[in-house]
C-alpha cells in the first residue's frame, strides 16, 4: 500500500539534472535551484548523470552546503550524459517509477535543446517539469540567451586573439575551427568581435573562390600579411578548408579545432548571473504551481513559455543580421 504521504503538501521534493553537453554555468544554476527552494521549505534531490541517472535512481537528497563552492566552477558536478535508454517509452515510464520511488514531485532540467525534450516527454508521462536553458551553442529556439554561451565567446575571442598573434609573426592565414553543430552563433559573434576576414557557418551558405579566395587576396593585395579565418564546426572542416586555401592562395594557412576547450573554464559573469536568475525563476514557476514550463531571456527580461509551445519555437540568424555585421570586415 503506498506510504501516507506525511509531508506537507505545501512542500515539494525537486529533483534537478544536468543534461546533454555541458556548459559553464550549469553549476551556478544546480545552486541556485537548491538554495532557492530550500529557503522555502522545499527539499532538493540531486540527479547524477542527467536522464540515465534518473532512470537508475541515481538521485540523493541535497543542502545548502552541497552547492557551496561551485558557483565558479565549469562543467557540472551532477555530471551529464546523453542518455539512448531514457528515449525509449520503456526508458520514460523507468524514469517515472523512479521519481515515484524518491517521492519526486517535480524536476528541474537544465540543458540544450535535447533536454528540453526529454523534460517534455516526462512531462506526458506526468512528472512536473521546469527546462533551464543551458549550452554553448545558444541555439535554443524559444531563448535569446543559453547558459554557457558568454563564457564560450570569451574562450574563443582570447583563443583567436593569441592565434592572431603568430599569424601575423608568420604572415599566415589562421583557419580556426569553433563548435556548433548545428548553428554559427559562436562562430558568427567570434569572428566579427576577433576582426576575422571570413566567417563560415551553417546557416549560409558559401562559394570557396569567391567568399574565401577572392577575399584574401584582395586583403593581401590591400596590404594585409596575416588574415582570421572563423568556420563553425557545422559548417566545414577547418583542416580541410586551410589544406584548400594555402593551395587555392599560396598563403601559408595553418588550422587549430578549439573544440572542448570552449566547454570549459569559470563562468563569466553573466553566465553566472544568468545562470542564478534562471534558476531562481524556475522555483518560481514551482512554488505557483506553473508547471511544464520553459526558462526563456526574451527582449531583455526572463519569463516562462508552455514547454510544448517553447520547443516549437524555431531561431535562425538572418541574412539582414549577417548583411549588418558584414560591414565590419574590411
Ligand atoms: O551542443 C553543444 C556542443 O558543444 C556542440 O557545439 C558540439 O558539436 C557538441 O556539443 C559535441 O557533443 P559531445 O560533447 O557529445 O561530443
Not at 559573434?189 to 551558405?205: H, K, S
Not at 586583403?219 to 577547418?238: Q, W
Not at 519569463?303 to 539582414?320: F, G, Y
Amino acid at each position: 500500500m503506498e506510504r501516507e504521504r506525511t509531508r506537507n503538501s505545501a512542500h515539494l521534493n525537486i529533483g534537478v539534472l544536468t543534461s546533454g553537453g555541458d556548459a559553464p554555468g550549469m553549476n551556478a544554476a544546480i545552486r541556485a535551484v537548491t538554495r532557492g527552494a530550500l529557503n522555502h521549505g522545499h527539499k532538493v534531490f540531486g540527479i547524477r548523470r542527467g536522464y540515465h541517472g534518473l532512470w537508475r535512481g541515481d538521485i540523493y537528497e541535497m543542502n545548502s552546503r552541497t552547492v557551496s563552492e561551485i558557483i565558479h566552477k565549469g562543467g557540472t558536478f551532477l555530471m551529464t550524459a546523453r542518455s539512448k535508454t531514457f528515449e525509449t517509452p520503456e526508458g520514460i515510464q523507468k524514469a517515472v517509477s523512479m521519481c515515484k520511488v524518491f517521492e519526486l514531485d517535480a524536476i528541474v532540467a537544465i540543458g540544450g535543446d535535447g533536454t528540453f525534450k526529454g523534460a517534455l516527454e516526462l512531462s506526458r508521462a506526468g512528472i512536473p517539469v521546469i527546462a533551464i536553458p543551458a549550452t554553448i551553442d545558444n541555439d535554443i529556439g524559444c531563448t535569446d540567451y543559453s547558459i554557457g554561451y558568454d563564457t564560450a565567446l570569451n574562450t574563443a575571442i582570447e583563443a583567436i586573439d593569441k592565434l592572431r598573434d603568430t599569424a601575423s609573426s608568420h604572415e599566415r592565414c589562421s583557419v580556426v575551427e569553433v563548435m556548433g553543430r548545428h548553428a554559427g552563433y559562436i562562430a558568427l559573434n567570434t569572428g566579427v568581435t576577433a576582426g576575422a576576414e571570413v566567417i563560415l557557418i551553417p546557416e549560409v551558405d558559401f562559394d570557396f573562390e569567391k567568399d574565401i579566395v577572392h577575399t584574401l587576396i584582395e586583403d593581401r593585395n590591400a596590404g594585409k600579411n596575416h588574415y582570421i579565418v572563423v568556420v563553425a564546426e557545422g559548417a566545414t572542416s577547418g583542416l580541410e578548408l586551410a589544406k584548400r586555401i594555402e593551395s587555392a592562395t599560396g598563403i601559408e594557412t595553418r588550422a587549430t579545432t578549439l573544440g572542448y576547450l570552449q566547454r570549459g573554464g569559470s563562468p563569466t559573469w553573466r553566465d553566472r548571473f544568468m545562470a542564478s536568475t534562471m534558476g531562481l525563476s524556475a522555483v518560481d514557476c514551482l512554488e505557483e504551481k506553473r508547471f511544464n514550463r520553459a526558462i526563456c531571456f526574451k527582449d531583455g527580461h526572463l519569463e516562462d513559455l508552455d514547454l510544448e509551445a517553447a520547443l516549437q519555437i524555431k531561431k535562425t540568424i538572418d541574412d539582414d543580421y549577417v548583411a549588418y555585421l558584414d560591414r565590419l570586415t574590411m
